[in-house]
């Protein structure tokens, strides 16, 4: 029964000591990485007026905080959209803010498929 006793403390033991060592590695290891990824990035000053992307906006932002990428005018790149991005007219044209030169404009599609763009199909 002794040796049951031992084993059972010992097994305990074992059990519970790696655990406090195991919470210390695991944080360590979040602010390393945390750490690694402040290094990619380069020195706000660096960013100061430009424009970047979205990516490295959100980066600037975890690293630094909104009001220091405020603060250096910093600022997010924008998509513009010159199309709404599908066909009209059966898939025989495209909406577009303005027609090519060797397109026209469906008027028959364009209200009802195209809402404020025009449906162009080539000629």
């Keep these: 029964m002794e040796r049951k006793s031992f084993l059972s403390v010992f097994l ?14 695991i944080k360590e290891e979040g602010e ?3 750490k690694r990824q ?13 424009t970047v992307t979205a990516p490295v906006f959100a980066a600037l932002v975890a690293a630094y905080g909104i009001y220091a990428v405020t603060r250096y005018a910093i600022r997010k790149r924008r998509i513009v959209m010159y199309s709404d991005s599908h066909s009209c007219a059966n898939n025989r044209g495209w909406c577009r803010e303005s027609c090519f030169s060797h397109e026209y404009t469906d008027w028959a599609n364009t209200f009802g498929v195209c809402g404020s ?3 162009c199909r080539p000629y």
């Design 12 to 25: 305990i033991v074992l059990l519970v000591s790696p655990a406090s060592i195991l919470a210390k590695t």
């Design 32 to 34: 390393t990485r945390n």
């Design 38 to 50: 402040a290094q990619i990035l380069l020195p706000i000053a660096s960013y100061a007026g430009l």
């Design 117 to 119: 763009y025009f449906c």
